[in-house]
């Protein structure tokens, strides 16, 4: 079975610093999508940025950037130039690249980010 | 519409009643699934359907939970007889389909408290 691995439960930057959030998941599959959500108070989960995984490389989103390690299995998430808004839950999340039974999407428990002015 | 639209917002209910969460998702949308959020965690999967079929109910947790599609659209998902363990934030995605290339785009959630 599939699972996500997020092993910071709380992590805290300066505003306009970078942070780098982390991320580990199992899967036999070579075929996948890997996904950062942003979860704020408003408890909507905003997609932050998707990696495929046949691309070697990193997908990247204005401040937003990934490490992707295929064969460690990492997946993690840095946030450049930090801003108050960025503040929230982030949720990485994993998606088998077929439809069935393994087509939904797979999170972590989450690692709440706070930015300090 | 313009994005998943869930209601109610919030709901308080005592144990043993009935429960309905209804989802609106994005128009031409013809995946849609639920998740189910306990406070502290991340997104638990439901079910999720294609168009108007569970394409997968793996993850309703007892015979208490179901949900339903009946026209490809809307989807409202029924809890029976509430358990204070049922407290949680119920997520509904939508999809342009199940394929993993597709971003899946979420509602706000319908909270529902158990007392």
């Known amino acids: 079975a599939q699972t996500v691995t997020q092993s910071q439960p709380e992590m805290s930057v300066q505003e306009a610093e970078t942070v780098t959030l982390s991320c580990t998941y199992d899967?036999?599959?070579?075929?996948?999508?890997l996904f950062w959500y942003k979860q704020p108070p408003s408890r909507q989960m905003i997609l932050v940025i998707r990696?495929?995984?046949?691309?070697?490389q990193n997908a990247t989103e204005n401040r937003f950037s990934v490490n992707f390690q295929k064969a460690a299995k990492s997946f993690s998430l840095k946030i450049s130039d930090s801003q108050l808004g960025d503040a929230a839950m982030y949720f990485c999340?994993?998606?088998?690249?077929?439809?069935?039974?393994?087509?939904?999407?797979?999170f972590g428990k989450g690692t709440k980010l706070s930015v300090k002015p | 519409g313009a994005g998943v639209s869930q209601t109610p917002s919030n709901k308080v209910t005592e144990k043993g009643k009935y429960v309905e969460l209804r989802c609106d998702p994005i128009?031409?949308?013809?995946?849609l699934y639920w998740y189910r959020q306990s406070l502290g965690q991340g997104p638990e999967f439901l079910i999720y359907?294609?168009?108007?079929?569970?394409?997968?109910d793996s993850g309703l947790p007892n015979d208490r939970f179901f949900a339903v599609r009946p026209e490809g659209s809307v989807s409202t998902l029924k809890i029976q007889r509430t358990e204070r363990g049922d407290s949680a934030v119920y997520l509904c995605?939508?999809?342009?389909?199940?394929?993993?290339?597709?971003?899946?785009?979420f509602g706000a959630g319908s909270r529902l408290t158990v007392l």
């Open positions: 995605a939508s999809s342009l389909a199940l394929s993993g290339a597709n971003v899946l785009t």
């Open positions: 899967t036999s599959e070579s075929d996948y999508y």
């Open positions: 990696q495929e995984a046949y691309k070697q």
């Open positions: 359907f294609q168009g108007t079929g569970a394409a997968d």
């Open positions: 128009s031409g949308h013809t995946a």
């Open positions: 999340a994993y998606r088998w690249n077929y439809g069935g039974s393994q087509g939904n999407l797979i």
